[in-house]
């Protein structure tokens, strides 16, 4: 069946450096969501990407999804203690079934 | 509502006992999904269902597990004789249907001893 792995499983930040996370599918996905999900909270959605190559922007964090629609990343720029928690990422391989594939998921922890 | 209400938000149960386990999506919302979370995990999925119909289900470990959502809004995923490995997070998210983000419920904390 459908995989989705992210890199890496952890990540430790000063305050103001950047954070990069990535996904990768074994198979290619129709779109791909990205959530968020706070320490003791649920996951909460972010963005989601539809289009090959598509690059989308929310302030301090861009989202990219892959030319071949297998691979997305999230990059955080200037990190802050309010983007502490876990990271997301969850594909769909459409065909009739529109149920997302979370991977693992990058805690973020930011040193301040 | 203004959220994804589950319920009960913790449920401490016997091995052997059977639990149900309640979400009510947001008003509107077509398409409803279970997920289950172990700690330190991403949601892994269960099943989902369009309005009333059930359309995957592939995610269910085995025949103990079953869910419903009769009259296309509230569900309820039933555990039959819960053993110990079923304790985790129920996760509960809804959508306006296929290829929109998801809203998830607080969860429903199951722990069977």
Known sequence: ???VMQIPQYQ???EGEDFTT????????SNIQWYKQRPGGHPVFLIQLVKSGEVKKQKRLTFQFGEAKKNSSLHITATQTTDVGTYFCA??????????TFGKGTKLSVIP | G???SQS????VTKRGQDVALRCDPISGHVSLYWYRQALGQGPEFLTYFNYEAQQD???LPNDRFSAERPEG??????IQRTEQRDSAMYRCASSFGGHYGYTFGSGTRLTVV
């Open chain 1, 1 to 3: 069946g459908q995989q």
């Open chain 2, 8 to 11: 009960p938000r913790y449920k």
């Open chain 2, 57 to 59: 289900k592939s995610g």
């Open chain 2, 73 to 78: 809004s509230i569900s309820t995923l039933t």
């Open chain 2, 2 to 4: 203004a959220g994804v």
């Open chain 1, 22 to 29: 990535y996904c990768n599918s074994s198979t290619t996905l």
């Open chain 1, 91 to 100: 594909g769909s391989s459409g065909a009739g079934s529109y149920q997302l």
């Open chain 1, 12 to 14: 430790h930040v000063q």
